[in-house]
């Protein structure tokens, strides 16, 4: 039983649209389901991923209306980083960005910034034989595009805490004293810790909720029992529609969740109009008439492209 890498990344926004101008228009992701947050159906889950809503691209939103800016801390992630395939790629990266981002650094092998909210994301060259994941925007040429996430780091000031849970309940392989690879037999991308700053971190805007790994439809299960067994405390089998979940803490603090890859974002609209329109779950489609005039208008990013 292995996990599949990374599955999706769920961060916090409190400015919906901003949010969805920046990825889908600047980082050229795409906007593959426009669906409310189930545990308060009045605010999005926005979801990004490439153009077949692939897990190991999935960066998801929870909008919290004017909530404050947090601060990543011990026991948080803390940066997002992307796979791109060239210096070529991260010097295009650089120029287009230039106007759009702030803390903008290039480095050999590596592009770093921060998007609207404060939130450290990075791009980084990666050789790899996992297929690119890419979604199409007419400003970004494919070989230039995002490819899907290479890694996620997060601060622990004792990573040897987490070492035993991660390799051996998760099956993470030892990558170096503070990364750990984690692949399956499709697909792989890394776990990193680094050293946590002094001050008390702080969920809010611009901060990553949790961080999901993708487990194969049939291992769910399994994986729950496994977690449980070794003391973690996982929660009961959720279904969240699209996949199906389970959360638990890591010993270093950080919020994981193992997600099913399937069924998918094509569950309940065409692939080629993902995102398209508000997607309410089964269980809420009965709130839609009351939802929609409260839910903040956002940007159709497809669709402004498609006027002009
Ligand atoms: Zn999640």
Do not use: C
Not at 6 to 14: E, K
Request: charged share 25%.
């Amino acid at each position: 039983m292995r996990l599949e890498g990374l599955h999706h990344i769920t961060a916090i926004t409190a400015d919906a649209p901003r949010n969805v101008d920046f990825y889908a228009r600047v980082l050229g992701l795409r906007l593959v389901k426009k669906t409310v947050n189930q545990d308060d159906p009045t605010v999005y889950h926005l979801f990004y991923a490439d153009e077949r809503g692939s897990a190991g691209t999935d960066l998801t939103f929870f909008e919290y209306p004017g909530a404050r800016r947090g601060r990543a801390g011990a026991g948080m992630v803390y940066r997002i980083v992307w796979r791109v395939a060239s210096e070529e790629a991260l010097d295009f990266w650089a120029g287009r960005l230039a106007d759009e981002v702030s803390g903008l650094e290039r480095e050999p092998g590596r592009l770093r910034f921060e998007d609207p909210e404060g939130m450290s994301l990075e791009l980084a060259m990666v050789e790899t034989a996992d297929e690119p994941l890419v979604a199409q925007h007419p400003e970004i040429p494919a070989e230039l595009a995002l490819q899907g996430f290479d890694h996620v780091r997060a601060y622990s000031g004792r990573p040897e805490q987490s070492r035993r849970f991660l390799e051996e309940t998760l099956g993470f392989e030892a990558a170096g004293e503070t990364a750990w690879e984690v692949r399956g037999g499709q697909r792989g991308s890394f776990y990193v810790y680094g050293p946590p700053p002094a001050e008390v971190g702080m969920g809010g805007a611009g901060t990553v909720h949790h961080v999901a790994w993708a487990s194969p439809m049939e291992d769910h299960a399994a994986w729950r029992e496994r977690v449980a067994a070794s003391g973690a405390r996982p929660t009961e089998v959720i279904d969240r529609f699209y996949f199906r979940s389970v959360y638990f803490r890591e010993p270093s603090g950080v919020l994981f969740e193992l997600a099913t890859i399937g069924p998918g974002f094509a569950t309940d609209e065409p692939m080629e109009h993902l995102g398209e329109s508000l997607s309410l779950p089964p269980a809420f489609e009965h709130l839609r008439d009351q939802l929609e005039p409260v839910l903040t208008p956002l940007p159709d990013p497809r669709g402004a492209r498609a006027e002009r």
